[in-house]
């Protein structure tokens, strides 16, 4: 019979002992076995991996080898009275909070939160190192006299706790704590703390290279999203948590020359930047980057208590679901922690720069944690990154063509993309410190890895509204459409579509009427929607769509862009991503008819379409296919628009179709929108074609001879 065991409580914080259940109705034999297994997982503990309170945790693992060795001693005398439980019970909850303590104190990319919280490590310490010793003293006399050894590795064991449990945080774990609190007074004053005071600090707690300030960085915003993403807005860690965030990112980007991979020296000449910031080089395979649930790529790894990893979203659906084992072990989830894993992130990273592929879109509450980030979380934080953003914004005005700068240029322009990527109020701060004019002008750089970082450092800006009021106004529509056509890498490319779509879809219509008066601009996005990869196409789609979109609110400026559209081949282009199904990307194909139904609103689109035969019917087959009831809107509304230019011919031609009227019946039953009212409409049209012709009534689906359409006039 096992114990009772849980490791922790769902939602328990890091650093907080978790509601530990001890053990009821259990024979001494097994409850002993367990707590064997458990104090040896604590003995075994390296002391020298704790970053702060370094004495108090090294006790405590000094104490733990006592208590094995006390528990072996007794576990091969007579067998053990039943009065002992209560004994080994106390013991039993005390190691499991110990093993939770410890795991936190030691944890990777945890150092400088430990560090600043030491006081409340000790505490807790103190606290377990104290139950422990009442446990021990609490043993039956004749437990602890089962031998001479064992009487005095008690004796010990008692009398060591006791004595640790008068743990304090070190000297120089409090001066180190002090100083950073002073740093975060200097930010929130618009002061440059003092370098040598921030490299003592880190070296206080082992980080000391680019990476491991960035995994330290990466941490605590992982901290930081998962209680905004719970909404604990006002949570009074979330103060600290952004000022310490602001610390890192000010060393990491003032203090380190070079980024650094995980395994290599910071000093190590790095072949390639974008490898280097995700810290590993991936040559395994795929298949272990795909979470085992989704069987899709993670894009937010964690590890849960059993030691698998599974992308964040899909277990946090599995454990509300109900289901409280792993997935993969089937082990019961002892905790409902989920801890980052950091390691696997920048793998996976690394596989989609390499790769040209693209996240899945985050999810609704992750997207309305970033939304929170608009503000920082305290004037230290502020300040930590403003001076963060001008020292980056310095670095980026070197221009003086030698290789350091060249060196120095990669580096700003990847702390800039890296800045951006999650953090409103983060971009806001390079925006005001004027980022976005030297980002543009290094869109021309000879080197192939600044020109990336500045184009993906533009699209994360651009998602601001002042970083797109920005770049409009510094003259770079027509710098980020070069890119899109003459950009070093495909990667770079597709993030200038993307910059694209931002300004259409998200700005004014100036910006879009801005977009489409470059004559570059639409051959460009056409072309890359014929010859790039799946998020090219993906990007140039949406982009064109924005910009079209936008010029319909006059009609004399849609009827020039989608004759734009149309002369550089936009219609030839999408009826082959329709009539493909474009693969295993079907909404590419989704995307292709809505531009469609956008093109066909002016007379020459839908004359383009038309002269497609095969489109025709192979957007009616689009209709009864697509599981999407978007999908499904945009269908009809091309289908409309067809008819309603291309005249009773074209509305013939349909009702020949057998299984476009099944179809446009199934939309009508669905009831309410503008799809179902553009059904009814097409349906009364092909009614009236026929009628006119006096031609043999249209086939109907015999579910659906009791449907009657009333006559709606519908106006495009």
Same mark, same amino acid.
């Given at each position: ?37 458990? @104090? ?99 043993? /039956?006399?004749? @437990? ?35 100083? @950073? ?11 440059? /703390? ?78 390639? /930047? ?17 979470? /085992? ?424």
């Amino acid at each position: 019979m096992q114990p009772h065991e849980r490791r922790a409580a769902p939602g328990r914080r890091m650093l907080a002992l978790p509601a530990v259940c001890p053990c009821e109705a259990i024979q001494p034999g097994p409850l002993l076995a367990s707590l064997l297994t458990l @104090v040896a997982d604590v003995s075994g503990r390296d002391a020298s991996a704790f970053p702060a309170l370094r004495r108090g945790a090294g006790d405590a693992v000094r104490i733990a080898g006592v208590l094995l060795a006390f528990l072996e001693e007794i576990s091969e005398s007579a067998a053990l009275p039943v009065a002992a439980v209560l004994g080994l019970s106390e013991l039993h909850v005390a190691t499991q909070k110990l093993r939770f303590l410890l795991a936190d104190c030691a944890r990777k990319g945890a150092r400088l939160w430990v560090l600043m919280n030491a006081e409340l490590v000790a505490s807790e310490l103190r606290f377990v190192l104290g139950s422990v010793a009442t446990a021990m003293d609490v043993l /039956p006399a004749d @437990v602890a006299a089962a031998s001479v050894e064992a009487e005095e590795l008690a004796r010990l064991v008692s009398e060591q706790a006791w004595c640790a449990a008068r743990v304090r945080p070190d000297a120089d774990d409090a001066r180190a704590a002090w100083s @950073v609190r002073s740093m975060l007074a200097q930010f929130k004053g618009g002061a440059t /703390p003092d370098a040598e005071d921030a490299r003592m600090v880190l070296g206080r707690v082992g980080i000391t290279s680019w990476w491991l300030c960035a995994e330290e960085a990466a941490f605590l915003e992982a901290e930081l999203m998962e209680r905004l993403e719970d909404g604990r807005e006002d949570d009074n860690d979330l103060v600290l948590i952004s000022g310490l965030m602001a610390f890192l990112v000010y060393c990491r980007v003032v203090l380190f020359d070079r980024v650094d991979s995980k395994n290599a020296p910071a000093a190590a000449s790095q072949d390639s /930047p974008a490898a280097a910031s995700c810290g590993a080089t991936w040559t395994g395979s795929q298949d272990a980057l795909l979470c /085992p649930i989704t069987l899709e790529l993670m894009s937010d790894p964690v590890t849960v208590s059993t030691g698998q990893t599974y992308d964040r979203a899909s277990i946090k659906r599995w454990v509300k679901s109900g289901c409280r084992t792993c997935p993969v072990t089937g082990e019961r989830l002892r905790s409902a922690e989920l801890v980052p894993n950091l390691a696997a992130r920048g793998i996976i990273e690394q596989l989609l720069l390499s790769r040209n592929a693209l996240h899945e879109p985050p999810s609704n509450k992750h997207r309305n944690a970033v939304d929170k980030t608009v503000a920082a979380f305290g004037p230290a934080a502020a300040g930590g990154v403003r001076l963060a953003a001008a020292f980056l914004v310095s670095r980026l005005s070197r221009g003086n063509g030698t290789s350091t700068t060249t060196e120095e240029q990669r580096k700003a322009t990847q702390e800039v993309r890296k800045l951006a990527k999650r953090n409103v109020f983060h971009r806001a701060c390079l925006v005001d410190a004027g980022a976005v004019p030297w980002l543009l002008h290094l869109l021309s750089s000879p080197d192939a890895s600044v020109q990336e970082n500045a184009v993906a450092s533009l699209l994360n800006l651009s998602k601001h509204p002042a970083g797109r009021a920005a770049l409009v106004e510094a003259g770079g529509l027509g710098l980020v459409v070069d890119a899109v056509n003459v950009a070093a890498k495909a990667e770079a490319r597709q993030n200038a579509a993307a910059v694209l779509f931002y300004l259409s879809s998200n700005g004014s219509e100036n910006y879009c009427q801005e977009i489409s008066r470059i004559p570059e601009a639409i051959p460009t996005l056409v072309c890359l929607m014929r010859e790039g990869a799946y998020r090219g196409r993906k990007n140039a789609l949406v982009s064109l769509y924005g910009v079209l979109q936008n010029s319909s609110n006059n009609s004399q400026r849609s009827s020039v862009s989608v004759g734009k559209a149309v002369s550089a081949g936009a219609v030839g282009v999408l009826a082959g991503l329709v009539l493909s199904g474009s693969g295993d990307r079907e909404d590419l194909a989704s995307d292709a008819v809505a531009l469609l139904a956008r093109i066909a609103e002016q007379p020459a689109g839908a004359s383009a379409v038309l002269a497609i035969p095969e489109l025709v019917e192979g957007l009616v087959g689009f209709l009864g296919a697509c599981a999407s009831r978007s999908g499904k809107d945009h269908c009809v509304a091309l289908l409309a628009s067809l008819c309603r230019h291309g005249g009773d011919g074209v509305v013939a031609l349909m009702g020949k179709m057998p299984a476009l009227m099944p179809a446009l019946y199934a939309l009508v039953a669905e009831g309410g929108g503008v799809g179902a009212k553009r059904a009814r409409w097409l349906v009364n049209e092909i009614h009236r074609v026929y009628d006119q012709r006096q031609l043999p009534a249209v086939a109907q689906p015999a579910g659906d001879r009791a449907i009657r359409v009333q006559h709606t006039n519908f106006v495009s």
